[in-house]
Every structure is written in C-alpha cells, then in structure tokens.
C-alpha cells in the first residue's frame, strides 16, 4: 500500500485545513486508517483514526473537538478536516494504515505515507 497525503499549507490561528490521503497499490476499504503529526524538536505523536468500516473514530484529546477523521472508500482516500487551528498544531502530518489492528496512540503501524506540512500562523 502506497500512501500519498495532501492538503497541507499555511493557515492563520482560527483557520481551517482539509488534509487528504489517497492510497494506491490496493484498496484500503478493509484497513484501519489513522493520522499522526510531528513538530519540529518532537516525536511524532497520534492525532487520530478511523476504523476500517468507518464507524468509529477516535482522537488524541488535544485534536477533541476541532478535528475530524471520514473516509471514502469508493475513492481509496481518507480525510483530516482541521478547525479552529492552533500555531502548536504546526506540524508534519502523516497518514497510516493497518489492515489488522485499529489504530491508536501505542499500536505498531504497517505503512506510513510521506508527510504534508502544515503551518499555522499566530
């Protein structure tokens, strides 16, 4: 599974961004996809996922609220729509899948995509 993620840029404190990650290579309809972020200086950290169905989602409680993980599976592509940005939200997103395990903050990551930079402005 290839992972390709887009959509990042500079956005104003408040501002709003909708990042994308396509796949290729197969369909990803049955794995469980998930987002995770690193900023400068940091380790990277869990923002959030979806389950494979689509049914559930869960979020690092510093995205709570403000972020929103859907997915399409017909388009092979999964959505971060981020709200209310905050400069510590500057980071390098990463999206990620897994075909057997839901991911979360501590489960291990089958493949990874390249980063998209976000950078949000005070």
């Known amino acids: 599974v290839q992972l390709q993620a887009s959509g990042g840029g500079l956005v104003q404190a408040g501002g709003s961004l909708n990042l994308s990650c396509a796949a290729s290579?197969?369909?990803?309809?049955?794995?469980?996809m998930g987002w995770f972020r690193q900023a400068p200086g940091k380790e990277r950290e869990f923002v959030g996922s979806?389950?494979?169905?689509?049914?559930?989602?869960n979020y690092a409680d510093s995205v709570k609220g403000r972020f929103t993980i859907s997915r399409d599976n017909a388009k092979n592509t999964v959505y971060l729509q981020m709200n209310s940005l905050k400069p510590e939200d500057t980071a390098v997103y990463y999206c990620?899948?897994?075909?057997?395990?839901?991911?979360?903050?501590?489960?291990?990551?089958?493949?990874w995509g390249q980063g998209t930079l976000v950078t949000v402005s005070s």
């Open positions: 990620a899948a897994n075909l057997y395990f839901r991911i979360t903050a501590t489960s291990p990551v089958n493949y």
């Open positions: 979806v389950t494979w169905s689509g049914e559930s989602t």
């Open positions: 290579g197969r369909t990803v309809s049955s794995y469980h």
